[in-house]
């Protein structure tokens, strides 16, 4: 099976404080630690999981800056057979959309019977696999908990509210988007990034896409961002200072109080 | 002139979504004076059922009724839709698992904007809409403006619209079951709902949960957690990581995707406050929340927090309650 997985580099939110700049134009981005989007991780492993039960390979693909290149390399260490960065001034400030279009370019030119994205990445959104589904017409399956290979068609569960699990058949090719805690993503050592360092990941832009600037990029956007911000949330929680014991006998004062302790 | 805005219905065989309710305050917020037209999808009787109760909330309620669609499966519904709306419609859906499945192809498939999981709208002006979201997992906020040119479709967060209580609308429904049919062969076939396994303790009946998050940091650490509900006398439950990681069963989530839990008391340890995590929290529980991350959402919801490490403050904690307790 032929197997693409769309992964995107992202500020690492378990790691980082979020702030935005004074001007709200942008979050501060100094000192950000970035790593690949936590979903796009699981949806890596499922592929090498699925290459390895049924032949084929997989190609993981990112839009992005330079520095996505890292991460290409991350998820090819892990086990991804090739990588490809797609980059260009001409693709900043693309809207889902745009970057649905940039991938699709690059789906255009290969032939995947399965195309991998993640879930849900930093911006929230979870849009972009069911937009390259749509314009790939191809079927879609979101929030995939698990895949099993049945010839030219898979059987697959959606996790749906409730902790229950939707089963459907779906034909092949398709475009799933894929959930956290379908596999247990492999570790990747530093003997695993080493082996890969000096990989030369290939890189398209516009032109090697074949696109041009009417619908990617911020000019082609429907939706802009206009600012970032932090809203007025009223109080929010009463804080508890002073020295860790101190915290501790408030707490449990507190917790006594409302019944916390029985 | 006012915008056309469709409010998607989501009912399990009838009975309406806690949604159906709230994306007519997400509409009228959208625009004021705007036409707020309900649309159901469902098998012959469900659909009734469903319209019938849209009608005590919306003035306008379409119908689209086939056996096939019994189960709402987005790449059955996606296409009808697709053809049904005027042009340039603004269709709401609620961010959830269907909704998520649905909205964004079907925005591609009418050339209309999409904006996923909004909590407010500024309103539509001179054919753009202002929205808020959140971003980099409720961290930072972000206003972003969809171009209206083309319609949109628009995923609103649950529980971030109030919901409309009001009824007594006596509102019309209309079959357009032929104006959106036939249902299409489908490339996904719908097979069965495989209920969630039940697990060896029932968070859900807890007055007082212990629930722990990514910052517990190791499978090791879990026995802390454990230490410190046993002297409390609470239960141990846990976000989404620690479930994917495979630390605790999956009967222990709270979340969208998990359980809903109604505690008295709910101590948020090492929890960030994502809203599929909140989602899951009913009743409005006293919560105390402890983060090392002074920006942590968490802190906006709980009502009580402490900024600091949880594997120093649980077990000093235990130590002191045992202390107590004698
Ligand atoms: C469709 C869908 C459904 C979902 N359903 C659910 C669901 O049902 N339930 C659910 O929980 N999630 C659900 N999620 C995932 C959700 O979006 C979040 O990713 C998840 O809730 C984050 O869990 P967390 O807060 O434990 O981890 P993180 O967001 O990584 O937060 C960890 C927090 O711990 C803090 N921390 C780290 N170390 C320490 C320490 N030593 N002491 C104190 N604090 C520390 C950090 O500052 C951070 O705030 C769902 C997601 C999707 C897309
Ligand atoms: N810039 C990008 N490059 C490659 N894949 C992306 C990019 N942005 C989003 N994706 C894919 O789409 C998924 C969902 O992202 P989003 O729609 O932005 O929430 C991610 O998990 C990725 O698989």
Redesign the pocket.
Known sequence: MEILVCVKRVPD??EN?IAVKADGTDIVRDDVVYSVN??DNYAVEEAIQIRDNVGGTVTVVSVGDAESEEIIRREMAMGADTGVLLSDSAFEGSDGLGVATILKSFVDKGKYDLILTG??ADDGA?QVGGMLAALLDLPYAS?VNKIEVKGDKLLVGR?IEG?NQEMNEISLPCVLSI??GINEPRYVGIRGIRKVASLEIPCDGKDACGLDAGIIGAAGAKVKRLTYFVPELGEGAEMIEGSTEEQVEKVIEILKAKGGIK | MAAQIFAYIAHKSGKLDDSALELTTAAKKIDADASITAVVFGDAATADAAAAKAANTYKAVWKVADSALAYPNAELIRPMLAKLLPEGAILLLPT??FG?DLGPGLAVKRNAAYIADAIDFEGAKDGKLVAHRQEY?GQVYAKVEANLSGGAVITCRPGAFAADEAGGAGGAVEDKSADAGPVPAAKRKFIEVVEAEVGDVDITKSDVLVS??????SQDNLEIAFDLAKAIGADVS?????VDAKWLEKSR??????QTVKPKVYMA?????????L??IKGNPFMLA????PK?P?FQVADVGVV??????MPELTEKVTEMKG
């Not at chain 2, 340890?269 to 995590?277: C, D, K, N, V, Y």
């Not at chain 2, 600091?308 to 403050?313: A, H, N, Q, R, Y």
């Open positions: 939110t378990a404080e936590e979903w879930a849900l979870g929030v996790e902790g959930q956290t | 959830d698992s998520m997992a722990i998050g990514r910052g517990i940091e846990c976000s989404r990581p620690i989530q709270v979340g969208t995707s998990g340890l090492g929890i960030s406050g994502a809203f599929q995590h989602g899951g402890i983060n090392k991350n942590a968490i600091g490490d949880i594997l120093e403050i």
